[in-house]
C-alpha cells in the first residue's frame, strides 16, 4: 500500500462498471465462476467497498445485511502489497461501528489461512461452490470495552454489553430509562455486579432507574430491585405510566458523557456515544424531567424476595 491508496464505501449504482469489470475479472475470466452465479441479485443491498490508488480500481468486497462479506478481489497485478488484508480489517471495522454482532463468509479454502490471520473462526464440513473448495467462516464481534461511537445498535445484543461496558465506567451517576426494566439485558450477574460497585464506590454516588410497568418486576423478581432495596440511600427506582414526553425506547445514561440508547420499535437500531457530553445532555436533561414526575410504587417496596 501507498500513501494514495485508499479504501471507501462506493454506491453500487455509480461504480458498477468498475466494480463488475474487478470482480469479472477475477471470478470470471481467471477462476471461471459461472456469470450467473457472479452476477446475482444481492448487490443492490450490498454495502460495497472499493480499494483505489491515484484513482486507479485495484480491488473490491462487499458486505450484505445479515453481515456476510463476499466478492473479495484484488486484480492480479496488484497483488502481495497487504491490499487484501488492509481491505477486510476496513469492512470489519465498518461493521463494528454499525452494531454487526456476526460476520460470515464462504472462504476459498487455499484463502483459509489468511481469513484465520485475520480473526476468522471455521464451522461445519468443506463444501463447492461455483466448482471451488469453499470453507465457512465467522467472526464474533465482541463489543465489551467500546470506547468509540457505533450506530446501528440492535437489541438485546450488542445494547447490553454496551450498557454494561457504562455502568462499569461510570464514575457517579448512572441513569436507566426502561418501559418494564427488561429482564434480558439487565437482570443479570455482571450488571448487577457493576451497579453494585458504583452504588459502593462513594457517598456521591446516584444510581437512579425509572420504569412505567413495574408488574414484571413483582412477578419475577429482578436482581437491580434486590439492590435498590438493600442500598436505597444510592439505588432508587421510580415508576411513571403516563406522561406527555414518555419515550417508547429504552437507554442507559453514563454520568454526563456516555448513552446507549434503543429506539421504539418502529424506529431503526439506536447507537452508543460513550464520549459525548453534548450527546449525553439531552438524555440527562430528559431523564432528570421525567424523574420529578415518578413516584416509588408500593409494590416495589412490598416485594418480598
Given at each position: 500500500?501507498?500513501?494514495?491508496?485508499?479504501?471507501?464505501?462506493?454506491?453500487?449504482?455509480?461504480?458498477?462498471?468498475?466494480?463488475?469489470?474487478?470482480?469479472?475479472?477475477?471470478?470470471?475470466?481467471?477462476?471461471?465462476?459461472?456469470?450467473?452465479?457472479?452476477?446475482?441479485?444481492?448487490?443492490?443491498?450490498?454495502?460495497?467497498?472499493?480499494?483505489?490508488?491515484?484513482?486507479?480500481?485495484?480491488?473490491?468486497?462487499?458486505?450484505?445485511?445479515?453481515?456476510?462479506?463476499?466478492?473479495?478481489?484484488?486484480?492480479?497485478?496488484?497483488?502481495?502489497?497487504?491490499?487484501?488484508?488492509?481491505?477486510?480489517?476496513?469492512?470489519?471495522?465498518?461493521?463494528?461501528?454499525?452494531?454487526?454482532?456476526?460476520?460470515?463468509?464462504?472462504?476459498?479454502?487455499?484463502?483459509?489461512?489468511?481469513?484465520?490471520?485475520?480473526?476468522?473462526?471455521?464451522?461445519?464440513?468443506?463444501?463447492?461452490?461455483?466448482?471451488?473448495?469453499?470453507?465457512?467462516?465467522?467472526?464474533?464481534?465482541?463489543?465489551?470495552?467500546?470506547?468509540?461511537?457505533?450506530?446501528?445498535?440492535?437489541?438485546?445484543?450488542?445494547?447490553?454489553?454496551?450498557?454494561?461496558?457504562?455502568?462499569?465506567?461510570?464514575?457517579?451517576?448512572?441513569?436507566?430509562?426502561?418501559?418494564?426494566?427488561?429482564?434480558?439485558?439487565?437482570?443479570?450477574?455482571?450488571?448487577?455486579?457493576?451497579?453494585?460497585?458504583?452504588?459502593?464506590?462513594?457517598?456521591?454516588?446516584?444510581?437512579?432507574?425509572?420504569?412505567?410497568?413495574?408488574?414484571?418486576?413483582?412477578?419475577?423478581?429482578?436482581?437491580?430491585?434486590?439492590?435498590?432495596?438493600?442500598?436505597?440511600?444510592?439505588?432508587?427506582?421510580?415508576?411513571?405510566?403516563?406522561?406527555?414526553?414518555?419515550?417508547?425506547?429504552?437507554?442507559?445514561?453514563?454520568?454526563?458523557?456516555g448513552v446507549v440508547y434503543k429506539p421504539d420499535e418502529r424506529s431503526r437500531d439506536g447507537f452508543y456515544e460513550p464520549g459525548s457530553r453534548a450527546s449525553?445532555?439531552?438524555?440527562?436533561?430528559?431523564?432528570?424531567?421525567?424523574?420529578?414526575?415518578?413516584?416509588?410504587?408500593?409494590?416495589?417496596?412490598?416485594?418480598?424476595?
Amino acid at each position: 500500500m501507498t500513501e494514495q491508496t485508499q479504501i471507501e464505501v462506493v454506491s453500487w449504482n455509480l461504480n458498477l462498471e468498475t466494480l463488475r469489470s474487478i470482480r469479472d475479472k477475477v471470478f470470471i475470466e481467471e477462476q471461471g465462476v459461472p456469470v450467473d452465479i457472479e452476477h446475482d441479485d444481492s448487490d443492490e443491498t450490498a454495502t460495497h467497498f472499493l480499494i483505489t490508488d491515484k484513482y486507479i480500481a485495484l480491488g473490491c468486497g462487499r458486505l450484505l445485511p445479515d453481515g456476510k462479506i463476499g466478492r473479495m478481489a484484488v486484480l492480479p497485478e496488484h497483488r502481495g502489497k497487504g491490499l487484501g488484508r488492509a481491505l477486510l480489517d476496513y469492512i470489519v471495522n465498518y461493521a463494528r461501528d454499525r452494531g454487526v454482532q456476526r460476520l460470515y463468509l464462504h472462504a476459498q479454502s487455499h484463502a483459509n489461512r489468511f481469513y484465520e490471520d485475520a480473526g476468522f473462526v471455521p464451522y461445519g464440513e468443506p463444501f463447492d461452490e461455483a466448482g471451488i473448495p469453499h470453507t465457512a467462516m465467522e467472526m464474533r464481534i465482541d463489543y465489551s470495552g467500546a470506547d468509540s461511537f457505533i450506530t446501528g445498535v440492535q437489541y438485546p445484543e450488542p445494547f447490553a454489553t454496551l450498557a454494561l461496558q457504562l455502568a462499569r465506567t461510570a464514575s457517579r451517576n448512572l441513569r436507566i430509562y426502561s418501559y418494564y426494566l427488561d429482564h434480558d439485558v439487565f437482570d443479570n450477574e455482571a450488571f448487577a455486579d457493576a451497579v453494585s460497585a458504583l452504588a459502593r464506590s462513594g457517598r456521591y454516588s446516584d444510581i437512579r432507574i425509572l420504569i412505567s410497568d413495574p408488574r414484571p418486576l413483582v412477578s419475577r423478581g429482578h436482581r437491580l430491585l434486590q439492590l435498590a432495596r438493600r442500598l436505597s440511600s444510592t439505588i432508587a427506582i421510580r415508576v411513571l405510566a403516563e406522561h406527555p414526553e414518555l419515550p417508547e425506547a429504552t437507554y442507559v445514561v453514563r454520568d454526563s458523557d456516555g448513552v446507549v440508547y434503543k429506539p421504539d420499535e418502529r424506529s431503526r437500531d439506536g447507537f452508543y456515544e460513550p464520549g459525548s457530553r453534548a450527546s449525553a445532555k439531552k438524555f440527562v436533561d430528559g431523564f432528570d424531567n421525567l424523574w420529578r414526575w415518578g413516584e416509588r410504587d408500593p409494590r416495589l417496596r412490598q416485594l418480598t424476595l
